[in-house]
């Protein structure tokens, strides 16, 4: 039996809240046709509207017992019938009848003015029947939504009929002796813009309400009300919800996603009322946040237009009051001082244009935009290009339906015909969805260049310098309004909504490694040269360079391999392209609510909720096991239904179901209210499932008790005291100026030198005044075409000098990220002086010219004998220190192959020209020199990168470039390309993943090595695993016990599984043609689960004995799982475990890592321990091989890479511990190579398609290192080792006689697994003694037969020899260092 909801459980509201009918009062209606028929038809008397009845969920009659909540219910409201008035009531109703509880934020006292907003007139003759919609905005901004729909009936009911027909629809009587006919409205109020829906469901009432008696008109409305408060809000996704209201089938899309607004409305008449001018002027009125008021002498247009143009500015939201209809009597309203939006009659346009100054002035017949005042609008004009672009695609949109649908057939059917206007709008909307956000991320684009995420500061006056002269003007307006704060507010914390995602998908491949830079950015010659092509750019060049991008990454200098496809794809968008996006409407799917039975009693209701479970289950039963997408929307509506019949338990499990599909449409506070409103032994009985356990701890932890964040967005300032380092390096990383820590403490040395460990505000206030203008004196660098030829289209210009000789001739010389070159005098001509790479000596001396000695800088260079000479007088010995430092920087870069070397010494070249600028002491350049960083290192460490690993290795990229220090890589994870083909082509690229710290996840694009992903966050915990899953979805395993899964399409993670306990270490991805995917998963409490990965459920689970499981493995057929001390190996139903005692156990050592070969062999390695152990598969009882890893101290991890197996850890180099990788020959069991790998130990490797290895380095240096894999053996590996013998024991069994360093123990245990994913059976623990199972001898160099594996499971645990069981050989290869070092335990 169904378990009765709680009444305080608060059920969430669905399409309706209430539905009311207004007209005049009955007593104004008597005498009314005698007045009328005295005066004549055309003094007909105004009436006032009240509120006639009110219909609000439940519906349910109190004699059917405890009332039945809708999907727009609360069971703690009262029950409600209608209200009337008093004496009304008494007439009509003898009964008694119930108080009304009105839901909040709906106003009767105004309603009636809102709904007759043209005032109430009783008609002579009939009218047609009208609609028009408000909005309606409680005292905390929520926002409710009516349509209200008008009809006349005749004011007797005699009159009502005549032949069977409408009075209006017969040829009978006039109207003169038809009497009057009196204005009534009904109209539904719901939390959501169902605009067009509700209109429809409207229109099928009123052909019911045209039919019926007076006294029936309640009893009709209440059906009507009783329907839609019945129909569920459908879920945000491509699911929409259809009912039968009969003529007509009424749809209610969906939202796109939790984050876009429900649209059921017609985007495009904004366009048809407005030239595309007017409708930027009417944007930017609202950006700017003015008092505007719209006019229009139709009162369903105010709403509707106005509604629009409230969607365009998605993903900003007017947070001012919105008021779209206004009656005659609140035109007082207009008065208001605030910002706010309203919309009125056009016969009050003269009326409010006199009356009120400041307003905007919206006629939306006229298609006008005026000002209240005498003079014109003072409107700042959009951003031209982000306008003229925004133009031009509004001009290529088919606005009109006939034309596109012009080559159809007529349809015969009305809900065909419907269906057909219905997938043109939608069309067309998403393309003006598109353009419209294209308009927003044009104009605000580049405000991301001027955050600081950390300190959450936005450097407000520096972005306003880099907008062009005629665009100050209308970011001046903006930047102060409320709406831009919020939207600060999102990009502060990394909201991935449209604006972000369309950014971030229509970058160019410039502007993509741009923003990966980790020095200041300067424009790039590419760009320079299109300002000059382009007049418009010429008009609006800007005045100094943007602020460094926040989010670096490092990118090679290089360009990419493969170029990305994007700028095709999207036409170009945000660089001027005036074509539309060619939108296709996302696919979308429809349920059909079943039908409402009446009388509306409870078991009526309960039978309508069978139904729709009914109907629900069977939907998904039909559904194709990977549309989870579909399959969750189902699992939420089901679960709210089955909340509606009070069955609290089935419903978590729906709920449960969809935590773990799509963790976005997840309500957590609808579960949290019914988990507290069970019973006792309900409660209980939820807990006692397992797969509820969690879902029920996760909600009821409140998140109200947490600090809340400080989402506060701080204005840049300058420092007003004196700073010590800690707020030194504060201040700067909200300048903007540079983000790395070391790198600020180094400038903080350099402006301190000499003098107490304090920077005064004037000194930062004069170096932050000199780093500025060094920026507008490179963005102000105008270089001839003829120079422009010279250069690289990434290159910037970083420093020029002032007009100095030089052996060349006069002119200025230029530092760009590559190279020197002289910008000539008279004729603006390129000398070229050299480039970094090509330099060999550079020297700062004097030169005797007459009298004097000037300074002078020589360059010598490897390709030319002549040596440059510049008399740089006093700059000479500030470029002597920079060309040096770029100079060590480059080598530094080619000898690492990291291009971030370059970027770092570029940030310290031009902190030292900020220096010496700020100083203007003897003492400056000294104060600078601490900068040198890179050529300081040059000369006291040795940089010579082996030659083993010079020419393994390839690239290096930096994923934690945007962060203030490096972060440890923890796990890598690399997907081929093109793994759905959903993907567009341009995001189909491969692409490496990788997991730093407390849940971010960085993706690169593995074509070219750049940023695809800045940050994708899965909790906030230790990342432990990863595993690419049906080519669409990476799982990624947690310390906090949760799976999370990412969409590779979307790059959002909206799925979670919490079935283990305990954190998860190993995700191991099984695919057959034969049956479904599957995945297996471990955490280090021995917990091993198989889920299905289409249903997302466990089919299995058994336990390990013991803890610290990190890792498992498939191999054929079986589960190989690493229990730190021990290897299991798993398949079928039975186990068979075999101990190792002896020695090994006095080192208290553990597996690290394990890899299974296909020629038959385990490899493993221990912690503490410097070698490789190698077991033969066919015979585990044989002692291993050994492979020493010369001068290692400690191993993290190791993979199978072809023939080679690359180890990565701690070793020794040049005398220093370094990270380091020892490459195996599988077949020989010798180092081919030992690559010195990173400053920081290797905590990961991952294999690129077998042609790549990527390693992750720790936290002191926190890069991926790309190597080359070199072309390994083919011959095939044999197994070779001492022979085994088997003897009989006492009660045992057959027991191999074992070497004497690996000693054996069996012991078996028999488990037999239920299908259900928590139960694990022990069939009973069998010791040696009573155990009559023994184990088949093996045959030599064979694996155990298909039969034998099938009938039972073989664990073998297996423990490393001791030390002091290694033969002597091993021993005497060691040195004395190695062999007396004692590495430590992990």
């Given amino acids: ?525 590419g760009k320079i040269a299109s300002r000059k092509a382009s007049p418009q750019r010429a008009a609006h060049r800007r005045m100094v360079v943007s602020m460094p991008n926040l989010q670096d990454i490092a990118v090679p200098e290089l360009p990419p391999r493969n170029a990305s496809l994007r700028d095709d794809i999207l036409g170009g968008c945000g660089r001027g392209s005036s074509s539309v996006l060619d939108v296709s409407p996302r696919p979308t799917h429809t349920f059909k609510i079943p039908e409402v039975h009446f009388p509306l009693v409870g078991q009526c209701v309960q039978a309508y909720y069978a139904d729709c479970v009914a109907l629900l289950s069977k939907a998904m039963s039909c559904l194709a096991p990977d549309n989870s997408v579909l399959l969750a929307r189902y699992f939420y509506l089901r679960g709210l239904v089955r909340l509606m019949q009070g069955q609290l338990l089935d419903a978590l499990l729906d709920f449960q179901s969809l935590y773990k599909t799509d963790l976005r449409i997840f309500p957590a506070d609808l579960v949290r209210c019914a988990v507290q409103s069970m019973a006792g032994p309900v409660r209980a009985q939820a807990e006692s499932r397992p797969e509820l356990r969690r879902l029920i701890s996760e909600v009821l932890e409140q998140p109200g008790e947490a600090l809340k964040a400080d989402d506060r967005v701080k204005h840049f300032e300058l420092p007003s005291k004196h700073m010590g380092l800690d707020e030194f390096v504060r201040r700067v990383q909200e300048s903007g100026i540079v983000r790395d820590v070391n ?299 949760v799976i999370y899964i990412i969409s590779i399409h979307s790059m959002s993670c909206n799925k979670q599984l919490t079935d283990h306990r305990a954190s998860v270490t190993g995700l191991v991805v099984r695919d057959g043609p034969e049956a479904p995917s599957q995945v297996y998963s471990c955490s280090v409490d021995g917990t091993v689960l198989v889920w299905n990965v289409g249903t997302l459920r466990v089919t299995s689970r058994f336990q390990l004995s013991g803890d610290g499981l990190t890792a498992i493995s498939l191999h054929g057929g079986h589960l190989w799982c690493c229990t730190g001390n021990s290897i299991v190996v798993v398949s079928g139903c039975l186990r068979q475990e075999l101990k190792i005692d002896g020695g090994f156990q006095e080192r208290g050592t553990s597996f690290v890592a394990f890899q299974l070969i296909p020629e038959a062999q385990l490899w493993a390695v221990c912690s503490g321990y410097d070698d490789v152990y190698v077991w033969g598969l066919e015979d585990l009882a044989r002692p291993p091989g050994r492979v020493h890893l010369p001068d290692c101290s400690e191993v993290h991890c190791m993979i199978r890479v072809k023939r080679q197996i690359w180890v990565g850890g701690t070793g020794l180099a040049q005398g220093r511990p370094k990270g380091k990788i020892y490459v195996i020959d599988a077949e020989r069991r010798t180092v081919e190579k030992e690559l010195v790998a990173h400053a920081d130990t290797v905590r990961t490797l991952c294999s690129a398609e077998g042609r790549y290895v990527l390693s992750g380095s720790g936290a002191e240096e926190g890069k991926i290192a790309i190597w080359t894999v070199g072309d390994a053996g083919k011959s095939d590996l044999s197994w070779e080792g001492p022979q085994v013998s088997w003897i009989r024991g006492a009660d045992t069994g057959a027991v191999p006689a074992l070497a004497p360093d690996a000693r054996i123990k069996w012991a078996q245990k028999a488990f037999t697994f239920d299908s259900r994913p928590s139960d694990v059976h022990t069939a009973g623990d069998r010791t040696p003694e009573t155990s009559s199972a023994v184990p088949p001898r093996p045959r030599e160099a064979a694996a155990p037969t298909a039969t034998a594996r099938n009938e039972s499971t073989e664990r073998w645990l297996m423990r490393p020899p001791s030390p002091r069981h290694q033969s002597r050989r091993a021993v005497t290869e060691k040195n004395e260092e190695h062999a007396n070092s004692s590495p430590a335990v992990r």
Avoid at 94 to 107: Q, W
Avoid at 274 to 295: D, G, N, S
Avoid at 359 to 388: F, K, R
């Fill in 1 to 525: 039996m169904a378990e009765t909801a709680s009444q305080h459980l608060a059920l969430p509201s669905g399409l309706l809240e209430l539905c009311a009918l207004l007209g005049p009062p009955r007593d104004s209606l008597r005498g009314l046709e005698q007045v009328a028929r005295r005066r004549g038809s055309q003094s007909l008397p105004c009436l006032d509207p009240e509120v006639l009845s009110v219909f609000a969920p439940p519906f349910v009659s109190g004699a059917d017992g405890p009332p039945a909540g809708a999907g727009s219910g609360t069971l703690s409201k009262a029950k409600r019938r209608s209200f009337r008035k008093k004496r009304e009531k008494a007439k009509a109703e003898p009964r008694d009848a119930e108080d009304v509880s009105v839901p909040n934020g709906v106003d009767l006292l105004a309603l009636p003015q809102l709904c007759f907003p043209g005032g109430l007139s009783v008609a002579s003759e009939p009218k047609e029947d009208c609609v028009h919609f408000l909005v309606l905005t409680d005292v905390c901004g929520n926002r409710t939504y009516g349509v209200v729909a008008q009809y006349h009936r005749p004011l007797h009911d005699d009159y009502c009929f005549y032949n069977g027909k409408p009075h209006w629809e017969s040829s009978g009587p006039t109207a003169s002796t038809a009497g009057c006919f009196v204005p009534y409205a009904v109209c539904v109020v719901s939390r959501f813009p169902y605009y067009n829906a509700l209109r429809d469901c409207l229109s099928c009432l009123l052909v019911h309400l045209k039919l019926c008696k007076d006294f029936e008109v309640d009893n009709h409305i209440k059906d009507f009300a009783a329907k839609l408060s019945l129909i569920p809000s459908p879920p945000p996704g491509p699911l929409h919800l259809v009912f039968n209201m009969k003529p007509l089938q009424v749809v209610f899309p969906s939202r796109a996603d939790p984050e876009s607004p429900v649209i059921d409305l017609d985007l495009h008449l904004p366009l048809l009322c407005f030239r595309p001018e007017k409708v930027l002027q009417v944007l930017t009125c609202l950006l700017t946040e003015r008092r505007i008021v719209f006019f229009s002498a139709s009162w369903a247009l105010l709403a509707l237009v106005a509604e629009c143009f409230l969607v365009y500015l998605h993903p900003l939201r007017w947070p001012h009051t919105f008021v779209p209809v206004l009656s005659g009597q609140m035109l007082d309203f207009v008065m208001a001082p605030t910002s706010f939006l309203m919309g009125c009659h056009l016969s009050h346009f003269e009326e409010v244009s006199k009356e009120a100054d400041g307003l905007v002035l919206v006629n939306i017949d006229a298609g006008s935009v005026t000002s209240s005042s005498d003079e014109d609008v003072d409107v700042p004009d959009i951003p031209l290009l982000a306008a003229q672009t925004f133009v031009q695609r509004v001009q290529s949109l088919q606005l009109h339906r006939e034309l596109d649908l012009a080559h159809l057939g007529a349809s015969t059917d009305l809900n065909e015909g419907r269906t057909r206007r219905r997938a043109w709008q939608q069309r067309l909307n998403g393309q003006i969805q598109q353009l419209t956000l294209q308009l927003l991320v044009s104009v605000f684009r580049e405000v991301k260049n001027h955050l600081n995420y950390e300190h959450r500061v936005f450097n407000s006056e520096e972005f306003l310098k880099t907008r062009a002269p005629g665009d100050q003007r209308f970011y001046k307006q903006v930047l102060d309004t409320y709406t831009f704060h919020s939207f600060l507010k999102a990009r502060l914390s990394h909201r991935m909504d449209a604006f972000a995602q369309l950014d971030l998908s229509t970058q160019s491949e410039e502007d993509r490694i741009g923003d990966m830079l980790v020095s200041p950015r300067r424009p790039t010659m």
């Fill in 743 to 1041: 790198i600020i403490s180094r400038l903080f040395e350099a402006l301190t030198v000499g003098q107490q460990k304090l920077i005064d505000p004037e000194t930062f206030k004069d170096f932050y005044t000199c780093w500025k203008e060094a920026e507008a004196e490179a963005q102000e660098a105008s270089l001839p075409a003829s120079v422009l030829a010279h250069l690289d289209k990434s290159e910037y210009v970083y420093k020029l000098s002032r007009s100095v000789k030089t052996s060349r001739g006069v002119g200025k010389i230029a530092m760009t990220q590559k190279r020197l070159f002289l910008l000539t005098e008279g004729k603006p001509g390129y000398v070229d002086i050299t480039t970094f790479r090509d330099l060999e000596e550079v020297r700062s001396t004097t030169v005797a010219v007459l009298f004097l000695r000037v300074p002078t800088l020589k360059i010598k260079t490897v390709s030319k004998k002549e040596v440059f000479e510049a008399n740089l007088k006093s700059e000479c010995d500030l470029w002597h220190l920079m060309v040096k430092e770029m100079w060590a920087g480059k080598t530094l870069a080619d000898t690492h192959k990291d291009p971030q070397y370059v970027q770092q010494a570029l940030t310290h070249v031009l902190l030292m020209d900020a220096v010496v600028g700020a100083l203007q002491s003897p003492g400056a350049i000294y104060a600078a020199s601490k900068l040198a960083h890179f050529d300081r290192m040059k000369s006291e460490v040795p940089t010579a990168v082996p030659k083993t690993t010079a020419e393994t290795l390839r690239h290096k990229i930096n994923p934690s470039a945007g962060e203030t220090v490096p972060q440890a890589v923890d796990v890598l994870l690399y997907t081929p390309g093109h793994l759905d083909p959903a993907e567009k082509v341009g995001d189909a690229h491969p692409k490496l993943w990788c997991a730093l710290h407390q849940g971010k996840v960085v993706v690169f694009d593995a074509s070219s090595w750049t940023l695809h992903q800045h940050c994708v966050r899965v909790g906030a915990s230790k990342l432990n695993c990863m595993a690419v899953v049906e080519r669409s979805q990476v799982w990624v395993g947690s310390e906090d016990s």
